[in-house]
């Protein structure tokens, strides 16, 4: 299988985040729809367990005690776990491309456009699924990575993990943070300190006096200023 021709391969090392954007949008491979096949097995047999036991609590209520499950023909088993298939993986192919076991590998099917396939053509295909599993194993042959029911409905499956990136939060004000031109509070200086917000304000020499009245004239020289005490010669 030739590499996708618009996406680069995956770089040695690169996490799992990197990787999956890397090869989204390309089909996918054996390995993993097996493995989505049995997730998929597994959870329609459960879901037939929950109807086997849902049944058998209604006989319960309507025969009395005791409690006894359903002895059901095989033939009615087989055709109900039929039904149950068909509308589990018709149903979830048809509204959002997966089933649970698309979902837990990241896969999604689609149309080679890339649509939805809808409801037809997405029971058609599960019930060629059914009834040609053998047909998954014509994926590693084929150019596109197609399985016989892909060629059958012109379905594909694709690698497309849901988003789960976090939501954007609302864009700062760069001015603000000191990061882009004009005024800011919290711009700082080289030295690490805001000269707009800790700057010192400077305090006005006192006046002279209340009034504005000068200062007294300088005594005349050879006499001594008042108060200043007299010496005998």
Same mark, same amino acid.
Do not use: I
């Given at each position: 299988?030739?590499?996708h *021709?618009?996406r680069?391969?995956?770089?040695v090392?690169?996490g799992?985040w ?14 993993s ?6 997730v ?8 037939g367990?929950l ?26 088993t ?16 048809a ?15 689609c149309?080679?456009?890339?649509r939805s396939p ?35 409905v012109?379905?594909?499956v694709v690698?497309?993990?849901s988003p789960?990136?976090?939501? *954007? ?12 031109p004009?005024?800011s509070?919290?711009?700082r200086? *080289? ?7 800790y ?12 009034q504005?009245?000068? *200062?007294?004239p300088?005594?005349?020289p050879?006499?001594?200023?008042a ?7």
């Open positions: 299988m030739k590499p *021709p618009e680069p391969e995956p770089a090392g690169a799992p990197e990787t999956r954007e890397l090869v989204r949008g390309r089909p996918a491979g054996l390995v729809r097996l493995l989505a096949a049995v998929d097995a597994l959870v329609v047999a459960a879901l367990v109807v086997h036991l849902g049944a058998s609590c209604v006989v319960l209520l309507v025969t009395g005690p005791p409690f006894h499950a359903l002895d059901l023909p095989s033939w009615v087989a055709g109900g776990l039929t039904v149950l298939a068909l509308g589990y993986a018709a149903g979830g192919w509204t959002t491309g997966r089933t649970a076991g698309d979902q837990v590998m990241g896969l999604r099917v149309t080679r456009s890339g809808g409801v037809p053509r997405a029971l058609l295909r599960a019930a060629l699924c059914l009834a040609l599993p053998l047909g998954l194993l014509w994926v590693p042959l084929s150019r596109r990575r197609a399985s016989v029911q892909d060629l059958l012109s379905s594909t690698y497309d993990w789960r990136t976090p939501e *954007p939060s609302a864009p700062r004000n760069p001015a603000a943070y000191g990061e882009g004009g005024p509070r919290y711009r200086s *080289p030295g690490g300190r805001n000269p707009a917000a700057r010192r304000k400077k305090t006005a020499p006192p006046a002279a006096s209340a504005g009245t000068p *200062p007294p300088p005594a005349p050879g006499n001594p200023p108060g200043t005490p007299r010496h005998p010669s």
